[in-house]
């Protein structure tokens, strides 16, 4: 089984910025893909960033403030947010996808999701 844990979350007011982390354990073969959601009270979910085969791609709403990488060695992929607004407050969710063993489908792991709040 693979497990996700998020850290790096909190309260912070707007222009500062935080560092997301998100560290997956267990049965990993390969990462295809690593990706951030995130869900604002009372919105659906939003895709904010995700890095795949090298590339990156961002929400227009994020884009010029956050930063996603990854350290492979560490299976941990990172978010980076600069220039924090209001509109960044969500949940924001961890997401792998990941093949466990050789000649298996690659399948989708979520974190449980880490509070992000920022303040003015």
């Known amino acids: 089984q693979v497990q996700l844990v998020e850290s790096g979350g909190g309260l912070v007011q707007a222009g500062g910025s935080l560092r997301l982390s998100c560290a997956a354990s267990g049965s990993i073969f390969s990462i295809n893909a690593m990706a951030w959601y995130r869900q604002a009270p009372g919105k659906q979910r939003e895709l904010a960033a995700i890095?795949?085969?090298?590339?990156?791609n961002y929400a227009d709403a994020v884009k010029g403030r956050f930063t996603i990488f990854r350290d492979n060695d560490k299976n941990t992929v990172y978010l980076q947010m600069n220039s924090l607004k209001r509109e960044d407050t969500a949940v924001y969710y961890c997401i792998f996808n990941i093949t466990s063993r050789p000649f298996s489908a690659g399948m989708d792991y979520w974190g449980k999701g880490i509070p992000v709040t920022v303040s003015s």
């Open positions: 890095i795949t085969a090298g590339i990156t």
